[in-house]
């Protein structure tokens, strides 16, 4: 079975410019999860997505958005970058429902540098 | 809301001696508990995970975890480390019983070996 899968794999990006970042989770895993990794926070929860809803969304402003299409695929969004924007972004897919037991399988990441 | 702490930002061993990362979580309730790794330039991998059976876990490459309610912990052991095994641990905790499914991170230990 793939994994779950990330492009572009890397990104660099200039301050005020937007940018789409797309996920495809493991056949089957209808939710999909995004992370923001920084040495200095960690791994912070942005949003999650299941059956193209959004169902949870983690403490970030309005520029950090996301969709899910019908064939679980999903895209975030980040407008009006800066430069606190730059981080690994990791997706996770699971086949979770709403049971906290389900396991996430993490993407490569894409790296985003903003400057 | 759940927490969890990670002591210790880097650990060091020698290959061949046993590896101790920490974990510890905030709930009256029980919650599920997780280790992932994390490999430079990759996504989490899952390690192990706890979901209220035996207390004591196995999981791959020779690693395993102790639940232990009375200490609010989870910590991840292996008798022999490997320089392969040099990466970020994370631990990671999701409420049991209606509680947020969404998982919260640790801050992540690096573990490095020295040969």
């Known amino acids: 079975k793939a994994g779950v899968t990330q492009t572009p794999r890397y990104l660099i990006k200039t301050r005020g410019q937007q940018v789409t970042l797309s996920c495809s989770p493991i056949?089957?895993?209808?939710?999909v999860s995004w992370y923001q990794q920084t040495p200095g926070q960690g791994l912070q929860f942005l949003f999650e997505?299941?059956?193209?809803?959004?169902?949870n969304k983690g403490n970030f402003p309005g520029r950090f958005s996301g969709r899910q299409f019908s064939n679980s695929r999903s895209e975030m969004n980040v407008s009006t970058l800066e430069l606190g924007d730059s981080a690994l972004y990791l997706c996770?897919?699971?086949?979770?429902?709403?049971?906290?037991?389900?396991?996430?399988?993490f993407g490569p990441g894409t790296r985003l540098t903003v400057t | 809301a759940q927490s969890v702490t990670q002591l210790g930002s880097h650990v060091s061993v020698s290959e061949g001696a046993l590896v101790l990362l920490r974990c510890n979580y905030s709930?009256?309730?029980?919650?599920?508990l997780f280790w992932y790794v994390q490999y430079p330039n990759q996504g989490l991998q899952l390690l192990l995970k706890?979901?209220?059976?035996?207390?004591l876990v196995k999981g791959i490459n020779g690693f395993e975890a102790e639940f232990k309610k009375s200490e609010t912990s989870f910590h991840l052991t292996k008798p022999s480390a490997h320089m392969s095994d040099a990466a970020e641990y994370f631990c990671?905790?999701?409420?049991?019983?209606?509680?947020?499914?969404?998982?919260?991170f640790g801050r992540g230990t690096s573990l490095i070996v020295h040969p």
């Open positions: 990671a905790v999701s409420d049991q019983g209606g509680g947020s499914y969404i998982p919260t």
């Open positions: 056949s089957g895993h209808r939710s």
């Open positions: 996770a897919s699971s086949l979770a429902g709403t049971s906290g037991a389900y396991e996430q399988y």
């Open positions: 706890y979901t209220s059976a035996a207390t």
């Open positions: 709930s009256s309730v029980p919650p599920y």
């Open positions: 997505y299941f059956s193209e809803t959004q169902r």
